[in-house]
């Protein structure tokens, strides 16, 4: 069931038929109701602005809450644990409960195309005349800002949706101009101590490539169709990583626990103290804290 809630929650986000150019403060409309919304492969109507928002996403909360629109979310999943002020529920982003959410009386729930029986729950949802606004995981940079261009769209918050996509665009651009080059660095990326990975085919992947390095998991054989392959001890021993990214540390794992296992000492990136524990739920959220991702990236990077 972790392993399961991790790489959920590494491709639990919203790709959308927006154009991703982003928009300047200035040019930013006031939204006008009833607003009709492609999002996440779903039309979704919206008779006026929304006031009582249940996001079943701990990402989409946190750009609800960057584009101030948090007095218009009622509650949030009981994975939505930041910020800290977010009014946390007990209802469950993997798997919905219908009755739970309608009790709530929202005007709008956001809904993940990934979680269980997605399809179902909007139905139902609709049924009861509550509209339903579905997401997918980005794939791309462009996709987050463009997650974040709906948002602010469907709570008339289009003006602090695009100064939010401007200052992350501004600060992960400034954070990869002034890296240091680590072309050739071969980096892993620890989704939880079964050795599951990301390659760079995946979001999170793709901001490490951003960096130029490589990823050892893109090589391994039996990458499922997202783009998350379990590697086995002989793999990293002989794909010798000089990086190591533990994205599981907030569940205990650190660099010393790392060091301990079987076989790792012979691992460059063990030898030579480079395995880096990322900050909790930052590498599997692409709301404003992407930005800290990066940040984290680059200093790790720095040291090598």
Request: hydrophobic letters at 45%; aromatic letters at 8%; glycine letters at 4%.
């Amino acid at each position: 069931m972790f392993k399961a809630h991790l790489r959920a929650l590494a491709v639990a986000i919203v790709a959308i038929v927006f154009a991703s150019v982003l928009t300047t403060p200035a040019q930013a409309a006031t939204t006008k109701y009833p607003l009709t919304i492609s999002s996440g492969g779903f039309k979704t109507t919206i008779e006026k602005e929304p006031k009582r928002i249940i996001s079943l996403s701990p990402s989409a909360t946190e750009i609800f809450f960057s584009i101030g629109a948090d007095k218009q979310v009622l509650l949030v999943d009981s994975l939505s644990n930041y910020p800290k002020k977010a009014p946390i529920s007990e209802i469950s982003a993997f798997q919905p409960n219908v009755e739970a959410i309608v009790g709530k009386k929202p005007d709008l729930v956001l809904l993940s195309v990934d979680s269980v029986k997605s399809n179902e729950v909007r139905e139902a949802l609709i049924k009861l005349n509550v509209p339903v606004l579905m997401e997918k995981a980005p794939t791309t940079l462009n996709d987050v800002y463009a997650e974040i261009k709906v948002l602010g769209r469907v709570t008339n918050k289009q003006t602090q949706a695009a100064a939010l996509s401007k200052k992350m665009d501004r600060e992960i651009k400034s954070i990869l101009a002034t890296a240091k080059k680590s072309k050739g660095v071969r980096i892993f990326h620890e989704l939880d101590e079964t050795y599951y990975s990301v390659t760079s085919d995946t979001f999170i992947g793709r901001v490490y490539k951003d960096f130029g390095v490589i990823n050892v998991a893109d090589a391994a054989a039996g990458a499922d169709s997202y783009g998350y392959p379990q590697l086995s001890v002989e793999y990293l021993l002989k794909s010798d990583p000089q990086a190591i990214f533990l994205s599981d540390a907030q569940y205990g794992v650190t660099p010393e626990s790392v060091s301990k296992r079987a076989g790792w000492s012979q691992i460059s990136a063990v030898k030579n103290n480079k395995v880096f524990a990322l900050p909790a739920d930052i590498p599997s959220r692409w709301g404003p804290r992407l930005v800290d991702f990066y940040l984290a990236i680059a200093k790790a990077l720095a040291k090598i």
